[in-house]
Each structure stands twice: as C-alpha cells, then as structure tokens.
C-alpha cells in the first residue's frame, strides 16, 4: 500500500464494488473508501473486504455516528472517514480498531481531532482551504501529522497541494461516478498514480 491515496466511491453499488476495487488496485490505489450514503454502503464495503481485503484498506466514508463506526466494523473494514470532526465517532472507531479520518477545515478543528485520537487529518473541502490555507495550517500542525486533503484535488494540481505539505488525497469524481465502468476507473487510477508518483517520488511510503 504505498500511495496515499483513497478512493472515494460515493455512488457505488454492491454489485459492482468488487470490480472497480479490483481495477483500482490494478491501477495502483489500494485505498478506498464507500461512502455511507451510497446504495447499500455496508454490503459494498463487506464484499470487498472478503474479495480483496487482503490487498487493500478498505473502509467506509461519511461516517457520522458511532453505530456507523460499529456496523463498519463488523464488515471488518479498517477505515472511518467523516465530513466532520465528532470526538465521540473518532472514540468509537478507536475503539473498534479502526483507522480514523475526521474531516477538518480550521485549526481548532485540527487539534481538537487530534486530541480526540485521530490517525490523520481531512482536509474538507479542499477547494475552499486553497493550497494557501494548508501551508498555513500545516505549518502550525506537529510535522508527523498525516494531512490529506479532499475536494478539488486531481492529476493537474497535484503538485501544488504538495508543496503546500499535504500527505495524500482523497479522490472521488475525478475516479469514480455513479455508473462508471471498471476498467474506466482502471485508466483513472493509473494516470492518477503516475501523477502522483511524478509528485512524492522517493516519499512513497
């Protein structure tokens, strides 16, 4: 799992879900997300767990309560990753062993994530923050902080989210759309990990 990369698959359906994830990985993203309000999110992010668990972290996006937390871990997924920064879904996700990733926009918002356990920080919306406003951010943050930022990243602006100090991305619509093909999202992911490969070279992790 070496880029830092998660795809966001808002949209997508159980029957599909094994497919794309399987084209993903082919394509070099072994992260991805099911965001809570698609079709049948749970049953989605079960079967890839079972299909392809063991090739990539698999986990769910949107995720508001901690009964969300307790339902995805039952799928035996590894990844929560919200919109919002609630102290009490990080607690639980914790708890649950999960990999924590709340959404952030302000650095109130930033620590306070960080206090509460937090693995990694989102950066939500992106496109609102601008690459400014997470070098400033960044700036302030302890430097082992993993910073991602969501919204209004892709394969063109790559390079200046980086320089800012971003860790990694969270990609939706310039991957996936409800109703896109396999091997479509395959070429995405390719292009987009060339990209980002161009961008972190020795920084992959």
């Not at 919002?84 to 639980?92: E, H, K, L, Q």
């Not at 960080?114 to 992106?126: H, R, S, T």
């Not at 800012?164 to 991957?175: C, E, M, P, W």
Request: with cysteine; glycine share 12%; proline share 6%.
């Amino acid at each position: 799992m070496s880029r830092n990369i998660i795809a966001i698959l808002r949209g997508v359906t159980p029957d599909e879900a094994v497919g794309i994830a399987r084209s993903l990985i082919a394509g070099g993203i072994t992260k991805i997300e099911v965001p809570l309000n698609s079709p049948d999110p749970f049953n989605s992010i079960a079967q890839m767990v079972d299909a392809v668990g063991d090739q990539a972290l698999i986990g769910a996006g949107t995720v508001l309560t901690p009964e969300q937390v307790s339902q995805l871990a039952e799928t035996g997924a590894k990844l929560a990753v919200s919109p919002n920064m609630d102290s009490d879904v990080i607690a639980a996700t914790k708890a649950a062993g999960l990999l924590s990733f709340p959404g952030v926009m302000t650095p109130t918002e930033c620590f306070a994530a960080l206090k509460a356990g937090a693995d990694g920080l989102k950066l939500f919306p992106g496109s609102l923050i601008g690459a400014a406003g997470v070098s400033a951010i960044r700036a302030v943050l302890p430097p082992e902080t993993q910073v991602l930022a969501v919204g209004g990243v892709g394969v063109a602006n790559m390079d200046e989210w980086a320089k800012a100090g971003v860790n990694g991305f969270g990609i939706g619509t310039s991957l996936y759309r409800p109703g896109d093909d396999a091997a479509t999202v395959g070429t995405r992911a390719e292009a987009l990990s060339a990209a980002y490969d161009k961008v972190y070279g020795d920084a992959l992790d």
